[in-house]
């Protein structure tokens, strides 16, 4: 029996929306996820490109802030 996977809605290139949603830049980060996808198939990505990889995509996205709460009083 083969896996089911839940059909997500994906970008005209055929990425997921949730990876591109949030980003400063989403056509750059659409197409970061795309080569790193390939060189990930081929067999080409060192940990060092990875490590590079990981901390980019944290800095990619746009940073929302929650409002501070307010204690109760008694």
Known sequence: MTRKFAKVKKTKRGVAQKYIRGAKNPKAQEA???????K??????????????????????????????QKKRG
């Open 32 to 38: 970061e996820i795309k080569r790193t996808a390939e």
């Open 40 to 69: 990930y198939r081929k067999g080409k990505l060192t940990k060092a490109e990875m490590e590079r990889i990981a901390k980019k995509r944290s800095k990619n996205v746009t940073k929302s802030y929650k409002k501070a709460s």
